[in-house]
């Protein structure tokens, strides 16, 4: 058991090695601004996808009503067979309640947990298909600021 778990935080820790350069050199793609509206009320324990936005970039991604997209640091790359980014989201809500919501709202959208990581900040990595890739990282505010959710995603496009 202590080997998959050590398996599991290497192969989490090696993609995000892996795709970070790749989204950092996009950084001077567009944005896109997503529609939908936000509405309050988190609860902590709502997960359903009824409770979540969905980027139209990403149907497949469900993002709590309560998030609010920072355009100015978001960035999305599209080519002719890939579409992938950086979204970042920020909002009065904890990074508990966050993480709950991705790992149980995320596989009702055919995204399989793959690992996480708990410190000062929490990761997430789910994976789809063998070809899509979804990185979350949640920074809870302090002193009444906002949480920050990263989302890194990269998904091949149908041909």
């Not at 793609?29 to 996808?49: H, K």
């Not at 990581?117 to 920074?139: M, P, T, V, Y």
């Not at 990263?150 to 149908?158: D, G, H, M, Y």
Request: net charge positive; hydrophobic share 40%; proline share 6%.
């Amino acid at each position: 058991m202590r080997f998959h778990r050590k398996l599991s935080a290497v192969f989490f820790i090696s993609a995000l090695i892996l795709y970070l350069p790749f989204f950092l050199l996009t950084s001077c793609a567009q944005t896109s601004p997503a529609p939908g509206e936000s509405s309050p009320g988190f609860s902590e324990t709502v997960t359903s996808s009824e409770a979540a936005n969905v980027m139209y970039e990403f149907p497949d991604l469900p993002i709590p009503v309560e998030l609010e997209r920072a355009d100015d640091k978001t960035i999305m790359i599209k080519t002719s067979g890939f579409q992938g980014g950086i979204l970042v989201y920020k909002g009065r809500v904890t990074s508990v309640s966050l993480v709950e919501f991705f790992s149980k709202s995320m596989p009702g959208h055919g995204w399989a947990l793959n690992g996480t990581l708990n410190a000062k900040r929490s990761f997430l990595a789910f994976s789809k298909g063998g070809n899509s890739h979804c990185f979350i990282q949640i920074r809870e505010g302090q002193l009444g600021f906002k949480t920050e959710v990263q989302i890194w995603v990269s998904a091949p496009l149908a041909q």
